[in-house]
């Protein structure tokens, strides 16, 4: 066992929590989970999420805890440390391999966030319907300004994670997780506030049991597995920064609430406004980049002050859910070159960042300003999108968790989970046995479902 101060670590236990959550709270909360909710049977959908949060994502969540901290290393070097296998490490490589693919095309979509963030505070953001659908069109396709924003991104990214655990992550962490649950408070209940917004409360939160079916119950699974950020190395890296105090059931406990809090509230901000003027809310990029603009420049049309500073605070928030989130990406491979190259902290950062970067500026190109970079007719950041979420995550959140169900050594996975027998661990057995048998059913069915196969 090493001794704490022999490597960074976080250190508060409510930096713990909030790093992890920074990592957990993203645009998925935003852009992905409201709609699903608003489609699949409000308040059923919620319970329903919920579940699975309970039933996999929180013991997923346990499997990396326990690998991290187990090694106090790296997530490639972590799997080595805890299996003794080639094979099993392969996991490890696979994981951060992962988190840095994604990184590029991320910081893409967090440097849009900042983008808006400029247009709202220079008084861009506002004009019919039409003009939020051509100005993100012409914006996304530019050759030059969605770089410049990634490159600003990048560098606030590097600024921060070069700092270090303490001094980096978790300082930064510390502001920007209550700045954004703040924000996120005003504008839900600005938005509740609209007339007609009890409509949109409605449709987020009414039971609607006829919606049932499978088809939910698999969406919510694979939501619950992506909004926690299991399987990109993240969750892994940053438990090799717990201290050997740490509960690790607790605070996966706490994540996964504060991650489901917000992501509730996300659609307790958008739907009512948008119910408000009569828009339909959509999904994904089109709903922060053209609808909501627009549902917030009418919604507030009375009173342009509002208006004004809502999209401003809107755009804030979501760039701080994004940076958060980068952060953690990047720290899974600048810990990887830093140990295995043997190099200093802030040459790890740079090279990480720099040839995210470069991804990142092919996957910007691939969406319109040069065509050719397209292969079987998606474009590289969609490609991206396919290989890293729905074929890179399954596997390695799969072979986790048979790995530490089934493979690793038991004592290790006991003693980690109740920290070397001070803590009571009611639950192990029942994690043991979400670990075994329910997470890598459910994982299986996620991937079969994606790809239409159920
Ligand atoms: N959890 C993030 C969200 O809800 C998305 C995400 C998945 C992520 N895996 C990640 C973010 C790894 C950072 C790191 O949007």
């Not at 852009?31 to 049977?41: E, L, S």
């Not at 420049?297 to 809502?310: D, L, M, N, R, S």
Request: hydrophobic residues 50%; glycine residues 8%.
């Amino acid at each position: 066992m090493m001794l704490d101060n022999e490597r960074a670590n976080f250190a508060t236990k409510l930096g713990i929590i909030l790093a992890t959550a920074g990592s957990a709270v993203g645009l998925g909360n935003v852009w992905r989970f409201p709609y699903m909710a608003g489609q699949n049977g409000g308040a059923v959908f919620i319970v329903i999420y919920m579940l699975c949060v309970l039933l996999l994502g929180i013991p997923c969540m346990i499997n990396e805890f326990i690998i991290g901290r187990h090694a106090y290393a790296n997530t490639a070097r972590a799997y080595r440390t805890i299996s003794k296998s080639r094979g099993w490490m392969l996991i490890g490589y696979m994981s951060v391999l992962t988190g840095f693919l994604i990184t590029g095309y991320y910081a893409v979509v967090s440097g849009w966030c900042l983008q808006y963030v400029w247009a709202s505070l220079v008084g861009h953001l506002h004009g019919e319907p039409d003009y939020y659908k051509s100005y993100f069109a012409s914006f996304s396709s530019d050759p030059v300004k969605p770089i410049f924003w990634l490159v600003i991104i990048m560098l606030m990214t590097y600024l921060i994670v070069k700092n270090g655990i303490r001094d980096g992550i978790e300082r930064a962490s510390k502001l920007f997780m209550p700045t954004l649950f703040i924000l996120l408070v005003i504008i839900a209940v600005a938005s509740c506030m609209l007339p007609g917004a009890h409509a949109g409360i409605e449709f987020l939160l009414k039971p609607n049991w006829s919606m049932i079916n499978s088809d939910v119950f698999l969406s919510a699974l694979g939501q619950s597995f992506y909004s926690l950020s299991i399987a990109m190395g993240c969750i892994c890296t940053y438990a090799s920064y717990f201290s050997k105090h740490t509960n690790l059931a607790n605070s996966a406990i706490q994540i996964s609430v504060i991650d489901s809090m917000v992501a509730i509230l996300a659609g307790l901000m958008i739907f009512p406004a948008a119910f408000s003027v009569g828009v339909n809310p959509d999904s994904g990029p089109s709903l922060i980049f053209i609808t909501l603009p627009n549902v917030f420049q009418q919604a507030f049309g009375e009173w342009p002050v509002v208006g004004y500073v809502i999209s401003l605070m809107f755009y804030g928030l979501l760039t701080l859910a994004a940076l958060t989130s980068l952060m953690s990406l990047v720290e899974v491979s600048t810990a990887f070159c830093q140990e295995e190259m043997k190099i200093t902290r802030k040459a790890a950062t740079l090279i990480v960042v720099s040839s995210a970067t470069i991804i990142g500026v092919f996957c910007s190109f691939s969406l319109g300003a040069y065509d050719g970079l397209a292969f079987f007719g998606l474009s590289l950041f969609e490609i991206f999108d396919f290989v890293t979420g729905q074929i890179f995550l399954p596997v390695v959140g799969f072979l986790t968790s048979v790995y530490i169900g089934w493979f690793a050594p038991h004592k290790v996975v006991r003693d980690e989970f109740t920290n070397w027998g001070t803590l009571r661990g009611t639950y192990f057995h029942l994690y043991l046995l979400l670990v075994k048998y329910i997470c890598p059913i459910c994982i299986i069915f996620i991937f079969l479902h994606q790809f239409g196969l159920i």
